[in-house]
Every structure is written in C-alpha cells, then in structure tokens.
C-alpha cells in the first residue's frame, strides 16, 4: 500500500507543482457573449488556468495546501508551494476570477463541482498553520463568497439530484460542500446541504449500482452513500446503509466490488476509470470506518477498498489526461485509509 511517508508527499505534491501553471493543453468551458471574450486561459482565469481545466486547478491547489499542513512534505517541496500560493493568489488575480461570473451565461460555470472544490480549498487555508497561506485565504475570500452566494441560490432549485458519476453529481458536491460548511462553521451552509441531501437519498434502498459507466470517476453508489454519512445521525445512518446495500456481506451488488478497467489511458473519458477505482477505495474505507467495530462488512470494505486504490495508484502519472488530476483524488483516499 502507498503510504503518505515524504518520499510519497513530495511525489504528490511535485506532480501539482508540474501542473498548475501548465497552460496547454486546456479544455475551456467558456461563454462567450461576444468576440471580445476570446482569450487565452491565463487572461480568462489569472489564478486557476492550468492543469488542463479550471477545476482540476483548483483541486490540485487544495491538494498541494493540504499537504504543506502536514508534516510529510519536505522543506524544499514546502517552500515550493509556499512560493506559489504568494505569487498566483493575489488580491488583484482573485478579483479577475471572482469578475468572471458577472457576463450573462456564467452563474453555472463548474457548478457544482468546481464550487465544490472552490470552497474546499478555502477552508483549507482558513484553518493553515503556515501564516502565508492564511494570508492567502483572506485573499480569496471574496471568490469564496461569490460561489457560496450562487450555490445558495441554486441548490434549492434543484428539484432532483444529479446521480451520473461525473463533474455534475450532486452527492459529491454536497461531501465536499459539507467539508467547507462545517470546517467554516458556517451553519446556514450545512443546513441548506443537509436538508437537499436527505430529500434527494431519504428513501433510497436496494441500490442496484449500474457502475461504471464508461467515463465515470466516481461511484454513484457509494458516493450517495458518503454524502448520507455526513448528513445522518450515526443510528439514522446504520438504518439507511443496512437498506441501501443489504446485500454488502455477500458481495452485492457484485460491480462495486470489482475495480474498473482502463483499455487507454491517453483517452481523457477512459481514464476517468482510473479516478473510479481512487474514488471507490476513498469511499469504502470512510463507509467501513463509520461501522461499529467487530461489524463483519468492514473487512470486506476494506479489503475491497484496497483492490480499488492499488489499481488507481499505479497509474498516477501514466499519461496527462490522468495526471493532471489523479494525486487530489489519490490524496482522498490516502487520507482515509489513514483515518485522518
């Protein structure tokens, strides 16, 4: 198993630092109203134009905040990411990012996954031992509060959740979304995602798992079943789960237990089930961690969870259309395999 010792830290870390002010290749979302709107994605997004889309950026900004908060990464890759966050984070290049949702067209853009990872990020440094990165937390807050003020104003409207196991899913969002709201204390947030969560998943049972499709980085299954972790009380919880996966012990639905298959790693949509089998050990070591002890699901999680991530991380640095995003999810993972 990959432990996340310095040598694995810098890895990681050095992989982002590769990325996040790589230019090209990039796939713009973008609306434009006008010709004038063309541009280059530096001008676009002065802050998160690499790592070949706006949300992958971001995260890989998370990645490399969350690992300069610990203490594995070395001085050298610490500085490194000190050093960045100083010179992309400024007050005048957030404003740019935060002006980009003003033109009509763009409430929605990277709704809600790269809001997601938008405010993960910055509870992350809101709570920074390294003093550069807080002073970088204040300086994005404004960008912090558009996104929160759009999401607030959406989520409501959103009648049905989005289950495809892509950038769209609502489970996800809503994980992420709570890591924000409750490391912010910002309770109205919780409320709001809390609320929508158990709406949307109440009253799911006999969760079938039609997974994965063929361009899916997340279980829809198991996804579902983090967020209704987070949402639930631990006894509301144990109910829900033992209805929603009766069959666990057993090993069904079998296409949960199985890691995915990737035929080519040079295709951006194929590998994204590199990103399913990282997602999918993240999500059964969390489930098996919530389950009281001697429960005998959790050997099978785990278990199950390992065959997962020892597919995924071998494959970190294949090929960009991975690399330029794998390590966050892999970081996840890790994370919960550690307990943190």
Avoid at 72 to 99: K, W
Avoid at 160 to 179: E, K, Q
Wanted: proline share 6%; aromatic share 10%.
């Amino acid at each position: 198993m990959f432990h996340l010792d310095t040598k694995n830290a810098d890895y990681l870390a050095t992989i982002a630092l590769g990325h996040v002010e790589r230019e090209f290749p990039n796939h713009i979302t973008h609306m434009m109203n006008g010709a004038e709107d063309a541009a280059r994605p530096c001008h676009l997004h002065p802050i998160f134009f690499g790592s070949f889309d706006w949300h992958s950026c971001v995260h890989s900004y998370w990645l490399l905040a969350r690992l300069a908060a610990g203490d594995a990464l070395s001085p050298d890759r610490r500085n490194a990411v000190i050093d960045l966050f100083e010179r992309r984070i400024t007050a005048a290049a957030v404003a740019a990012e935060t002006a980009y949702f003003d033109p009509p067209g763009r409430v929605g853009f990277e709704r809600p996954y790269g809001w997601a990872w938008l405010v993960k990020l910055a509870s992350e440094l809101a709570r920074h031992p390294e003093p550069s990165l807080q002073s970088a937390s204040r300086r994005l807050a404004p960008l912090a509060d558009r996104v929160l003020s759009l999401w607030h104003a959406y989520w409501p409207k959103q009648s049905y959740p989005i289950r495809a196991g892509v950038h769209s899913n609502s489970a996800f969002a809503t994980v992420l979304g709570l890591d924000y709201a409750e490391a912010a204390g910002d309770e109205p947030m919780a409320m709001l995602l809390r609320q929508q969560a158990r709406a949307w998943y109440g009253d799911d049972r006999n969760q079938p798992a039609w997974e994965p499709g063929g361009d899916e980085f997340l279980s829809p299954a198991l996804i579902e079943a983090l967020a209704m972790q987070r949402v639930l009380t631990h006894s509301e919880f144990s109910d829900w789960f033992r209805a929603y996966l009766p069959r666990l012990e057993a090993g069904e639905p079998a296409t949960l237990f199985e890691p995915a298959l990737v035929t080519d790693r040079t295709d951006g949509k194929l590998a994204h089930l590199d990103g399913l089998n990282l997602t999918r050990g993240w999500c059964w070591y969390e489930l098996a961690d919530n389950l009281p002890a001697g429960d005998p699901r959790i050997s099978i999680m785990q278990e199950t969870g390992e065959r997962h991530l020892e597919a995924g991380l071998a494959h970190l640095e294949t090929d960009y259309m991975g690399s330029h995003w794998l390590s966050s999810f892999a970081l996840l993972a890790l994370e919960a395999v550690s307990g943190n």
